[in-house]
């Protein structure tokens, strides 16, 4: 709308929020592409604070993908435009990004003198917040320069705030880690696991994620200088753990060094999975930097192009006002057309990238959920199919196993014919998991009454076993019929573990457009609410919902019912 009704301010304003709303979706390189947009169009018509807002964002963002060089360039083409205009609270955070960049680079004095200024900054905004916030920062700068004691004194400083804990808690949990991680190094012997512990507590209460992954990182070099090598690892274990799940590279980087240091079992893969996840992480930051580079040049030149266009203009206006004025006004305009559909065919090819890289990992997001379906499918597979058969046969053998009249001799031979059978399965699952369960030469009912005939014997029950003839069995897919085998199979083996009946009813039934299954027991039945978390009824659940069905499961001192609907179309 601001487009079609040439609105810069707004369509500013919406490449402002379109910026935002990439960075709070890790989309880097497209965040900073429409901050830039969003920094020419105000500077453009003149609000050059809201450009100077914009530059900020964007050198934050360099900063983050260590585009250190760029991020500095950016900070200061914001800073000279925030300082005339009295706007601390700006120049707050350009002074902090760049105290904050040369501390990573180890200038440790650039880096001082900068927080610093934004100390200033807070002072004349009265914000005794930000005050502790570049307390800590400076804290950090002396930590890293090996100078603990000036660190100590900073962060308890900063801890003196009034009412920390409760304006700013994040802030002041920090600022206890950091305070006893400097004493740790400032004096290894000095009792500091009641700090760290106290942090910790702090942060998981508030589930400050990356905060409780620096925390164990700290309290596992705590343990190491205290030899309890079996505490560091626990604590550098779970960091590595909780930094992958929330995809904190820079600290799940730091806690695979740390393990490879202490588990000297394990040092080869931990020293092999940092170099891949480093080197993938330094491709990405890598072509993020490049992207960054592409969208500065472009405007650049967009703009140096615009500035040459416009004095060609004036010059061809002044120095041909009389004779060739229509001509080169004519050339100028057709000149100018050119220009800018070249320009407009450049960001229709940006845009279609953008997409084409979109789908790339959308493509990469549905190929990982096909594998973990495919991991669930073979997970149930092999405990609803081949763990129910190999109950039953060896429920079967211990019951035959001091017997040796001529009839158990031949009842072994055909259970040991039968684990041969579970083999084959076993094969025929690694093969192929979508064959047909079903053959030709066996049809559903009979498949299903062989199981059910050794079950009986197993599980020493009496079956009722009721089909309607209108069922067309060989019709049904075998998606259908091997789910409800698979079914039949699971909460059979639950009567014979659990529920101590000795009688089950099994009844299939054709209704108008979908085939009812009722399994029920006499059995001593089970809490439906405490115990549907087994793997057995997950299966049967996800079963259930495969076929695209409904199921009600209902268990008491009577026994338990299972009632499954399946539609038929």
């Given at each position: 709308?601001?487009?079609?009704?040439?609105?810069?301010?707004?369509l500013?304003?919406?490449y402002?929020?379109?910026?935002?709303f990439?960075?709070d979706?890790?989309?880097?390189?497209?965040a900073y592409?429409?901050?830039?947009?969003?920094s020419?169009?105000?500077?453009?018509?003149?609000?050059d604070?809201?450009?100077?807002?914009?530059?900020?964002?964007?050198?934050?963002?360099?900063k983050?993908?260590?585009?250190?060089?760029?991020?500095e360039?950016?900070?200061?083409?914001?800073?000279?435009?925030?300082?005339p205009?009295?706007e601390h609270r700006?120049?707050?955070i350009?002074?902090n990004n760049l105290?904050?960049l040369?501390?990573?680079?180890g200038?440790?004095?650039?880096a001082?003198?900068?927080?610093?200024?934004?100390?200033e900054?807070?002072?004349?905004l009265?914000d005794p917040?930000?005050?502790?916030?570049?307390l800590?920062?400076?804290?950090?700068?002396?930590e890293?320069?090996?100078?603990?004691d000036?660190a100590?004194?900073?962060?308890?400083?900063?801890?003196?705030v009034?009412?920390?804990?409760q304006?700013?808690?994040?802030?002041y949990?920090?600022?206890?880690?950091?305070?006893?991680?400097s004493?740790?190094?400032?004096?290894?012997?000095?009792?500091?696991?009641?700090l760290?512990?106290?942090?910790l507590?702090?942060?998981?209460?508030?589930?400050?994620?990356a905060?409780?992954?620096?925390?164990k990182?700290?309290?596992s070099e705590?343990?190491?200088?205290?030899?309890?090598?079996?505490?560091a690892?626990?604590?550098a274990?779970e960091a590595?753990k909780l930094?992958?799940?929330?995809?904190?590279?820079r600290?799940?980087?730091e806690?695979?060094?740390?393990?490879?240091?202490m588990?000297?079992l394990?040092?080869?893969q931990y020293?092999?999975?940092?170099?891949q996840?480093n080197d993938?992480l330094?491709?990405?930051?890598r072509?993020?930097r490049?992207?960054?580079a592409r969208?500065?040049?472009?405007t650049?030149?967009?703009i140096?192009?615009n500035?040459?266009?416009?004095?060609?203009?004036?010059?061809i206006y002044?120095?041909?006002?009389?004779?060739?004025g229509?001509?080169?006004?004519?050339f100028?305009n057709?000149?100018q057309?050119n220009?800018?559909?070249?320009l407009?065919?450049?960001?229709?090819?940006?845009?279609?990238?953008?997409?084409?890289?979109?789908?790339?990992l959308?493509q990469?997001?549905?190929l990982?959920?096909?594998?973990?379906?495919?991991k669930n499918?073979?997970s149930?597979?092999?405990?609803d199919?081949?763990l129910g058969?190999l109950?039953g046969?060896?429920?079967?053998?211990?019951?035959?196993?001091?017997?040796t009249?001529?009839?158990?001799?031949?009842?072994?031979?055909?259970?040991?014919n039968?684990?041969?059978?579970?083999?084959?399965?076993?094969?025929?699952?690694?093969?192929?998991?979508?064959?047909d369960?079903?053959?030709?030469?066996?049809?559903?009912?009979?498949i299903?009454?062989?199981?059910?005939?050794?079950?009986?014997?197993?599980?020493?029950f009496?079956?009722?076993?009721?089909?309607?003839?209108?069922?067309?069995?060989?019709?049904l897919?075998?998606k259908?019929?091997?789910n409800?085998?698979r079914?039949v199979?699971?909460?059979?083996?639950?009567?014979?573990k659990?529920?101590?009946?000795?009688?089950i009813f099994?009844?299939?039934?054709?209704r108008k457009?979908s085939?009812?299954?009722?399994i029920?027991?006499?059995?001593?039945?089970?809490?439906?609410?405490?115990?549907?978390?087994?793997?057995?009824i997950?299966n049967?659940k996800s079963?259930v919902?495969?076929?695209?069905?409904?199921?009600k499961?209902?268990?008491?001192?009577?026994?338990?019912?299972?009632?499954?609907?399946?539609?038929l179309k």
């Amino acid at each position: 709308m601001a487009i079609e009704l040439k609105d810069s301010s707004n369509l500013a304003s919406s490449y402002w929020d379109l910026g935002s709303f990439y960075v709070d979706n890790e989309m880097v390189d497209s965040a900073y592409f429409h901050y830039n947009k969003a920094s020419v169009l105000y500077s453009k018509i003149g609000k050059d604070f809201n450009s100077a807002r914009m530059l900020l964002n964007m050198a934050i963002l360099q900063k983050n993908v260590k585009d250190y060089t760029g991020s500095e360039t950016t900070t200061a083409k914001a800073i000279e435009i925030i300082k005339p205009l009295g706007e601390h609270r700006q120049l707050y955070i350009g002074y902090n990004n760049l105290g904050i960049l040369f501390n990573q680079l180890g200038e440790y004095d650039k880096a001082l003198l900068y927080h610093k200024k934004a100390m200033e900054s807070a002072q004349d905004l009265s914000d005794p917040i930000l005050q502790a916030n570049t307390l800590n920062n400076l804290g950090v700068v002396y930590e890293n320069d090996g100078k603990y004691d000036k660190a100590i004194e900073i962060y308890r400083q900063a801890l003196a705030v009034d009412s920390l804990f409760q304006k700013q808690t994040r802030l002041y949990a920090m600022l206890h880690d950091n305070l006893a991680y400097s004493q740790m190094k400032a004096n290894p012997q000095k009792e500091v696991e009641p700090l760290f512990m106290y942090a910790l507590n702090i942060r998981d209460s508030i589930h400050h994620q990356a905060g409780i992954v620096i925390n164990k990182l700290h309290l596992s070099e705590y343990y190491l200088d205290r030899r309890d090598t079996a505490k560091a690892i626990k604590f550098a274990s779970e960091a590595k753990k909780l930094a992958r799940e929330t995809r904190n590279f820079r600290d799940l980087l730091e806690s695979m060094l740390l393990l490879s240091e202490m588990d000297t079992l394990r040092s080869n893969q931990y020293l092999s999975d940092y170099i891949q996840i480093n080197d993938s992480l330094q491709r990405e930051e890598r072509a993020i930097r490049n992207k960054f580079a592409r969208i500065r040049f472009e405007t650049d030149e967009f703009i140096a192009r615009n500035e040459y266009l416009n004095k060609e203009m004036k010059f061809i206006y002044a120095g041909s006002v009389a004779v060739l004025g229509v001509i080169l006004l004519v050339f100028v305009n057709v000149y100018q057309r050119n220009r800018n559909k070249q320009l407009k065919l450049e960001q229709d090819q940006q845009i279609s990238n953008e997409e084409i890289y979109n789908l790339l990992l959308v493509q990469q997001n549905k190929l990982e959920e096909g594998r973990h379906r495919e991991k669930n499918r073979i997970s149930k597979e092999l405990h609803d199919g081949i763990l129910g058969k190999l109950f039953g046969v060896r429920f079967m053998l211990e019951s035959l196993h001091d017997k040796t009249d001529r009839q158990s001799i031949e009842a072994k031979k055909k259970y040991i014919n039968d684990l041969r059978m579970i083999e084959e399965e076993v094969r025929n699952i690694s093969h192929d998991l979508e064959s047909d369960f079903f053959t030709q030469k066996e049809s559903f009912l009979e498949i299903l009454s062989d199981y059910l005939n050794n079950q009986q014997k197993a599980g020493h029950f009496e079956l009722d076993f009721r089909n309607d003839e209108n069922i067309e069995w060989d019709k049904l897919s075998s998606k259908i019929k091997i789910n409800l085998f698979r079914i039949v199979q699971e909460a059979v083996n639950n009567v014979i573990k659990y529920a101590g009946a000795d009688q089950i009813f099994l009844s299939f039934q054709k209704r108008k457009d979908s085939l009812e299954m009722k399994i029920q027991d006499n059995g001593k039945g089970f809490d439906i609410t405490r115990n549907t978390r087994g793997i057995g009824i997950k299966n049967m659940k996800s079963r259930v919902k495969n076929l695209k069905g409904a199921w009600k499961i209902s268990s008491g001192s009577e026994g338990t019912t299972i009632t499954v609907n399946v539609p038929l179309k």
